[in-house]
């Protein structure tokens, strides 16, 4: 039973808070953190804050992997040598986040508070009542790359954007190219298919980048706690069609007022509903929807233009 608690610990999902009944007045001392947050022992603090960085360490050679390649193509050191190398630093990435989510899951299990959501979580797997999850998300803040989606989306139509055509006949007609041109059209077209999908989108959707969310991480966790206690808003999980899960938020004002207007919300490229414009219409009378893009809060992380306009 012990152990069985221990695996869940390990995988289970990553606590934020437990929401308060009534939203907390700040903090008195800027050192104090407020007691719905949920507080880490010195073990679980230590191994996220590593796990944190090997995650980052990976972000950016994921970005920068086709320069490094070009580089020791240059330099001359992709040899068989250098090989035994590079599989050892795999081995590397690949035990040391194994031992630390170990570590991990030992600081969750001696956290009572953590070993009572967890509990909480393995009991709602079993009553997937409606009611009872949505009164299970009105009382935890959690990572929801764990829960199972509330509505999913069969199909879709995609809307079609302009395209410019790069066939070989077609820019001969258009432009007068040199023969130089010519040979480097293809390579070209794939380095920009390799520059626009590794930084390119990063740089399109900053709002994904795991250093901003880390920054805007307190104040995510405020604004949801303030939209939920204070508003009575829902939380929804919603499965589009390519795979992507998407974070929502509804706030039903039509109990409390005559507008029976439906408002929803979409941020901008480094927005989150958590901070962004959802207090204007509520505030308003309006029954506001909000949504996290795909890799945004804690949507999925799958950042693409696709998937923006599915």
């Given at each position: 039973m012990q152990l069985f608690m221990l695996w869940k610990c390990i995988f289970g999902p990553k606590l934020h808070q437990t929401y308060p009944f009534a939203v907390p007045p700040p903090a008195t001392r800027a050192d104090r953190q407020p007691d719905h947050i949920y507080v880490k022992n010195i073990v679980e603090m230590v191994s996220d804050k590593v796990l944190f960085m090997l995650r980052m360490f990976i972000e950016i050679l994921r970005t920068v992997w086709p320069l490094y390649l070009l580089y020791s193509y240059y330099r001359g050191t992709l040899t068989f040598a250098n090989s035994v190398s590079f599989v050892r630093v795999t081995s590397f990435f690949i035990i040391v986040p194994i031992y630390f989510m170990i570590l991990r899951g030992i600081g969750r299990f001696v956290n009572p508070v953590y070993t009572k959501f967890i509990n909480d979580f393995s009991e709602i797997t079993y009553d997937s009542t409606k009611e009872a999850r949505q009164k299970f998300l009105t009382k935890y803040d959690f990572s929801l790359s764990h829960w199972k989606p509330d509505y999913t989306i069969e199909s879709y139509s995609l809307r079609k954007l302009p395209s410019i055509s790069t066939t070989k006949t077609d820019l001969i007609k258009q432009?007068?190219?040199?023969?130089?041109?010519?040979?480097?059209?293809?390579?070209?077209?794939?380095?920009?298919?390799?520059?626009?999908?590794?930084?390119?989108?990063?740089?399109?959707?900053?709002?994904?980048?795991?250093?901003?969310?880390?920054?805007?991480?307190?104040?995510?966790?405020?604004?949801?706690?303030?939209?939920?206690?204070?508003?009575?808003?829902?939380?929804?999980?919603?499965?589009?069609?390519?795979?992507?899960?998407?974070?929502?938020?509804?706030?039903?004002?039509r109990s409390t007022t005559d507008i029976q207007t439906l408002v929803i919300t979409c941020e901008g490229n480094a927005g989150f509903y958590e901070v962004g414009s959802m207090m204007t219409p509520i505030e308003a009378g309006f029954s506001v929807l909000g949504w996290n893009r795909p890799g945004f809060g804690e949507s999925s992380v799958s950042v693409t233009m696709k998937c923006s306009l599915n």
């Amino acid at each position: 039973m012990q152990l069985f608690m221990l695996w869940k610990c390990i995988f289970g999902p990553k606590l934020h808070q437990t929401y308060p009944f009534a939203v907390p007045p700040p903090a008195t001392r800027a050192d104090r953190q407020p007691d719905h947050i949920y507080v880490k022992n010195i073990v679980e603090m230590v191994s996220d804050k590593v796990l944190f960085m090997l995650r980052m360490f990976i972000e950016i050679l994921r970005t920068v992997w086709p320069l490094y390649l070009l580089y020791s193509y240059y330099r001359g050191t992709l040899t068989f040598a250098n090989s035994v190398s590079f599989v050892r630093v795999t081995s590397f990435f690949i035990i040391v986040p194994i031992y630390f989510m170990i570590l991990r899951g030992i600081g969750r299990f001696v956290n009572p508070v953590y070993t009572k959501f967890i509990n909480d979580f393995s009991e709602i797997t079993y009553d997937s009542t409606k009611e009872a999850r949505q009164k299970f998300l009105t009382k935890y803040d959690f990572s929801l790359s764990h829960w199972k989606p509330d509505y999913t989306i069969e199909s879709y139509s995609l809307r079609k954007l302009p395209s410019i055509s790069t066939t070989k006949t077609d820019l001969i007609k258009q432009t007068e190219v040199t023969l130089i041109e010519r040979v480097l059209h293809y390579p070209f077209l794939l380095l920009g298919y390799v520059c626009v999908n590794v930084f390119g989108r990063r740089l399109m959707f900053p709002g994904s980048l795991e250093i901003l969310r880390l920054m805007l991480h307190r104040a995510l966790l405020d604004g949801r706690s303030n939209l939920i206690v204070s508003y009575h808003a829902k939380r929804h999980i919603i499965r589009t069609a390519d795979g992507n899960h998407i974070d929502t938020i509804f706030v039903d004002a039509r109990s409390t007022t005559d507008i029976q207007t439906l408002v929803i919300t979409c941020e901008g490229n480094a927005g989150f509903y958590e901070v962004g414009s959802m207090m204007t219409p509520i505030e308003a009378g309006f029954s506001v929807l909000g949504w996290n893009r795909p890799g945004f809060g804690e949507s999925s992380v799958s950042v693409t233009m696709k998937c923006s306009l599915n």
